[in-house]
T-cell receptor
Framework: KAGVTQTPRYLIKTRGQQVTLSCSPISGHRSVSWYQQTPGQGLQFLFEYFSETQRNKGNFPGRFSGRQFSNSRSEMNVSTLELGDSALYLC??????????????FGQGTRLTVV | DAKTTQPPSMDCAEGRAANLPCNHSTISGNEYVYWYRQIHSQGPQYIIHGLKNNETNEMASLIITEDRKSSTLILPHATLRDTAVYYCIVRVDPRNTPLVFGKGTRLSVIA
């Protein structure tokens, strides 16, 4: 079956602009999580959505937001971009069921560069 | 904050077993141990997880000490493609809590 698909793969934006990243989870998965990866901070959790509701949120400013649609696809938005937002943004999907099946499957990521 | 301690790097000869240690001395009774790896420029990949019993799958084995304060991920026959950063994560209730990644161990498999 198809894996987690993230678009676009690469993006260059100017400081002050906003950006929207998209994630299509594995078919049947209802949970989508977003992570930011930078060389200095490593992999950091942004937020998680399950059935269109945000269930968990990491310690990021309000400029970072997300949403999930009824088909489980998710988008994250970053407004007023700063140079420090340059990072690899990763999306992960999971069944969010108890016991087995709770492993998360990650996409290839979107590499965002802010100039 | 990550609740685990891992060595920053390790080397392993190709074809030999790679044994990656993880210390989680403050683990609670209901926390699972998860292992993921990230090959350069790719998203992390799930390897294995366990609660208290040892686990084995097609990729690796997970050995958890009886007191659960540490664990070891074993790749039985390491190949060059196993070169990656390996993350050990403790996680309570996988259904409702996010993965918290530490710095992991950079494993280099050498020919």
């Amino acid at each position: 079956k198809a894996g987690v698909t993230q678009t676009p793969r690469y993006l260059i934006k100017t400081r002050g602009q906003q950006v929207t990243l998209s994630c299509s989870p594995i078919s049947g998965h209802r949970s989508v999580s977003w992570y930011q990866q930078t060389p200095g901070q490593g992999l950091q959790f942004l937020f998680e959505y399950f059935s269109e509701t945000q269930r968990n949120k990491g310690n990021f400013p309000g400029r970072f937001s997300g949403r999930q649609f009824s088909n489980s696809r998710s988008e994250m938005n970053v407004s007023t971009l700063e140079l420090g937002d340059s990072a690899l943004y990763l999306c992960a999907s999971s069944l969010a069921a108890g016991g087995m099946g709770t492993e998360a499957f990650f996409g290839q990521g979107t590499r965002l560069t802010v100039v | 904050d990550a609740k685990t301690t891992q060595p920053p790097s390790m080397d392993c000869a190709e074809g030999r077993a790679a044994n990656l240690p993880c210390n989680h001395s403050t683990i609670s009774g209901n926390e699972y141990v998860y292992w993921y790896r990230q090959i350069h420029s790719q998203g992390p990949q799930y390897i294995i997880h366990g609660l208290k019993n040892n686990e084995t799958n097609e990729m690796a084995s997970l050995i958890i000490t009886e007191d659960r304060k540490s664990s070891t991920l074993i790749l039985p026959h390491a190949t060059l493609r196993d070169t990656a950063v390996y993350y050990c994560i403790v996680r309570v209730d996988p259904r409702n809590t996010p993965l918290v990644f530490g710095k992991g161990t950079r494993l280099s498999v050498i020919a």
